[in-house]
Structure formats: structure tokens, C-alpha cells
């Protein structure tokens, strides 16, 4: 049996009783798309079953039995479900475990789970040919590479990161946060927050083998932590957790290389308490972007231009709880939907597509630590 990582949960007993005790995700309605929720203690992947007209999430039980799943994400194709799970020891080593499943109707199918690199497993990325899944440790300032066949992963490629950062309570080592692959598929990228460091590798898409292709250094003492490209193929914004500062980075494509054009601060004028930056959303046509701040918690607001990627900011508004660790549009992106991992339950919000906004209020549903929301 796996132990748990590093981070403690608390599971509300309001929540866990909003949950059914299936080991089988129940039947849903065609026109209600499934929604997954990796849970952060022991309850695994809850499913949930979405309705867009009103913005409701109903409990549709447990799709898998895992232990501190801080990430979810699907193969290109959406045959395939890949996990990973923070715990602090797998088939008997000090590792995290990554894990993948075949959706088989309602049902998720275990196809295989290996161990990642080191302990504190809290992310996978898995690229536009879905043959290569990269996981990133923050425990263990490690990640590792897996080469993926009909969804069963092989391991390939590891890497142990050292070093570290200004910020003594922080950045003591390497933390490895965040894994993702450049817009044409030819580079990857591994955000160490510890090192204020993202890692740059060119890919071998074939074998799923990394090679060594540069870095982005980030201000010392910002802690890099998540990595999302906007969809004019050359902007990329680099979450910096620990001063709760978005880089605004330009893409090469002869190199892979990111060069800072500018920052964005989140916070508002004067505050002084803590903070930790989290996450980045973008719209499909790429005109807004969205990014949410836990310990002072928040969403923020921001338009984007198309072609430049430039952002301008629109408004702070209510995360809806405490600590929101991931949040997502639905796919009318007409709704976010947020994770408020110690309120032990999911926000939703409206959105109005023309101008941006978020509503300031919402609807809660109940879940029991969550950590990813994904649309399946």
C-alpha cells in the first residue's frame, strides 16, 4: 500500500458523504460530458457527470481506487487516462507512482502504473503523438520520461535535478513542478520551482528520450512552477509561485529556447501576506487568460491579444474557497470550474464569453481534497 506525500489532507465529512461508494464510474447521459476529479487522500479519481445549461456537477462515483492523485491528463486520441500520484513510496521504492487506464464505456481499465523518478510525484504531461508521457517529482526534484504503447507506459529516461534557490523555506533543493511540450512537439520543458530553472530538452517523439537543449532562468527566488503555451504558437506564460509573478516568455522555434518579454504582478498594491501562484487557463481562441493565486485566493482576469499574447488586465475575482489548486473551463467555456483543495469542494462560476468576466459568485459541489479537474 502506498503512504501519503508530503501534503496533509483534510476530508470533510459533508463531502465524503456527497459521494457514492461505486468502484464503477455510473452510466451518463450522452449529452453530459463526464468530468474527472483527482482527489488528493485516498478516494482516487471521482467522476462527476456535467450539465452546461445549468452548471452542475453531479456525483457519478469512483472511477479508480488511487492514493493522492494531484494529476490527470488524456492521450490525444481520448482512449487513454494517465495519473499522477504523490505518494511517498511505490512497489517498494521511495518513488511517486504514474499509472494509466483505457476508458472503457463507463469504466476505467488499469492498463499499468510504474515508478516515477523520485517521491512527490504531482504532474504528467503526455505529448501530441501520445507516445511520450513525462512526469514531473517535486519531492524529488526529479523527472522521467515513458514511453507509451496502446497506453501502457515503459520507462525510458530519468533525470535528477540539483541546486536550488534563494528562498530557504522553499527552495532548499530541487523541486521539479510541471512538465509540458513546445507547440510543434520538438522540445519538452520541466519547471523546477526549486532551482528557478525550467529545463529544456529536445524530444525524441519515436524512442520518448530526452537530450539536453538549454534552460530559462527565471528571477531568483520566483519558483517557476507551471508552464502553458497560448495558441498563437509563440507566447508562453511561466507561473512564478513564490512571488506570484506571471512571465510573459516568447517561444523560438529554431531552438526552443524562452526569452522573457515582460512580467505581470497578481497581487493587488500593498498586500504583504502569504502567496503562492498556481495555474494558468487560456481560451481556445486564445483571447483571454486566466490565472489563480492561493493563500490570498483568487482568479484573475486578463484579455489577451491573438497575435502578440500581450495581456491586459481585467479583474480580480472570487476563487469561490481556500487554496484553489486547479481550475479549467468547461468545454462551451461558458463555465470555470475551480478545485479549492482545502474547502474540500468545486467552484463553478459563470463566464461571459464576449467580454471575459467571471460571475463572483457561484455553485459549490462537494469533493473530498481535489486537485485536477479534467473533461473527459
Known sequence: MAHLSRRAFVQSASAAAALTASSSLASAAVSRPRV???????EGILAYDWNADTGTLTPAGTAAKLEVVDWLTTSPDGKYLFAACEVDSFN????GEVASFAFDGDKLKPLSAENSAAKGTCHCAIDATGRVLLSADYGGGSAASFLVTEGKLTPVWIEHYTGHGPNTARQEAAHAHFASFSPDNRFAY???LGNDTIHIYHLDA???QLTPAGAYHAAPGAGPRTLHFHPN?????SMNELISVVDVLEWSKADGSLTRQTSIELLPAGYTGPTRACDTVITRDGRFVYFANRDNDFLYSFKASPKTGALTPLKRSNCGGKIPRNFTLDPTERWMLVANQDSNHISVFARDPKTGLLAETGKDFAAPTPMRILFV
Open 36 to 42: 474527472l476529479i483527482g482527489s488528493g487522500g485516498t
Open 206 to 208: 519515436a524512442t520518448a
Open 190 to 192: 520541466i519547471n523546477d
Open 233 to 237: 504558437g509563440h507566447t508562453a506564460y
Open 92 to 95: 517498494s521504492k521511495p518513488t
